[in-house]
């Protein structure tokens, strides 16, 4: 029988829609806006974060997960089945089997969640894959083989640090730190030390322009517009790359505890392994200038960022769902 599938990275701050065959279709931000008046979905993924920060008291955008893991289950729902629509587009005549990426320490309930809510959005059947996985597979770390592999897979909500080897996980975590919480680092270090008070799309815009993992000898500067906190009035001030670097120390070191602690519980066969072959970045948030350099710094493996890194997951679970049999053990499988 005839049955279309899709590969869904299910992320805090975008959500990517992978098609088998065709690539990658769907990059949209996990973002809905509803009336609440009626509880009606109004807009969902580009034009509702247009709305983010703009909108009247009738109208609330929001985003429906929250480190990585469904925060609100009708509004994830809403926004599954705006998605699966979109890419499949037209009329069908069979329901899609859609496979979901989801962090590694979720737990049974949070995937339950996950799940049903596929499900509910109009799937045939549901599959889940833990992200750590799917971005190895996008990364194309040959995860089969019995040597070890480091993936980081720093996302919007969560950063997920695993090694693995023959196809699973040997030790992973789960840190709830990500680009989101780069962001509002930006904004908590404007807000003291320049008295201004941006939104989380300026402090965003701040992170993409001009930021940086490390100090940059040639520094990066950009002119933004926020409130003033002491006379309310509109205010611009120049910002550079330093202030972004100082103002996201205290995340990095979360990371890069981290992944100290997974390195602390990897067996020395697969250390070893790791040393050789280096640590492989995934994720939107690896594409943080430096990010690599800080990191192989601060653990002394070498560090690598994979190509288009925050593409990793979405193309994994592509690969994952055209070779279903191959990955069985790495997927959590419900009809």
Same mark, same amino acid.
Do not use: C, W
């Given at each position: 029988?005839?049955?279309?599938? /899709?590969?869904?990275?299910? #992320?805090?701050?975008?959500? $990517?829609?992978? $098609?088998? #065959?065709?690539?990658?279709?769907?990059?949209?931000? @996990?973002?809905?806006?509803? =009336? $609440?008046?009626?509880?009606k979905v109004l807009a969902v993924g580009d034009e509702a974060k247009e709305m983010i920060g703009r909108t009247p008291d009738t109208i609330v955008a929001s985003r429906p997960l929250k480190d990585g893991v469904i925060a609100d289950y009708r509004t994830t729902e809403a926004m599954l089945r705006y998605f699966i629509n979109k890419a499949l587009g037209g009329v069908r005549f069979f329901r899609a089997e859609v496979m979901v990426a989801v962090p590694g320490g979720i737990t049974s309930t949070e995937r339950r969640a996950v799940i049903d809510a596929t499900l509910a959005a109009g799937a045939r059947? +549901?599959? /889940?894959?833990?992200?750590?996985i799917a971005a190895a597979i996008g990364a194309n770390i040959p995860i089969g083989s019995p040597s070890g592999h480091m993936i980081i897979d720093i996302g919007g909500?969560?950063?997920?640090? +695993?090694?693995? @080897?023959?196809g699973g996980i040997v030790v992973n975590t789960s840190v709830r730190i990500g680009g989101n919480k780069f962001d509002y680092a930006i904004q908590e270090h404007v807000r003291k030390k320049y008295g201004l008070a941006i939104g989380e799309r300026t402090a965003e815009d701040i992170k993409i322009t001009i930021g940086s993992a490390l100090v940059m000898d040639d520094k990066l500067s950009t002119d933004i517009r926020g409130r003033d906190m002491i006379t309310g009035l509109p205010r611009t001030v120049t910002i550079v790359s330093d202030d972004v670097t100082e103002a996201i120390q205290n995340e990095l070191a979360g990371i890069i505890q981290a992944i100290k602690n997974v390195l602390q519980d990897t067996p020395p066969e697969l250390s070893a392994d790791?040393?050789?072959?280096?640590?492989?970045?995934?994720?939107?948030? =690896? $594409?943080?200038?430096?990010?690599?350099?800080?990191? +192989?710094?601060?653990?002394?493996?070498?560090?690598?960022?994979?190509d288009e890194p925050e593409l990793c997951v979405a193309r994994g679970t592509g690969v994952a769902l055209d070779?279903?049999?191959s990955y069985k053990r790495s997927i959590l499988a419900t009809r």
């Open positions: 029988m005839f049955t279309r599938r /899709i590969g869904i990275d299910l #992320g805090t701050t975008y959500t $990517l829609v992978h $098609l088998p #065959g065709r690539g990658i279709v769907l990059n949209e931000p @996990s973002v809905v806006a509803i =009336s $609440l008046l009626d509880k059947a +549901a599959y /889940i894959i833990k992200e750590p909500g969560t950063s997920e640090i +695993a090694v693995l @080897s023959l790791v040393m050789d072959k280096g640590m492989v970045l995934s994720g939107g948030s =690896s $594409l943080l200038r430096n990010i690599d350099k800080l990191l +192989a710094q601060a653990i002394g493996v070498p560090a690598y960022v994979a070779n279903l049999e």
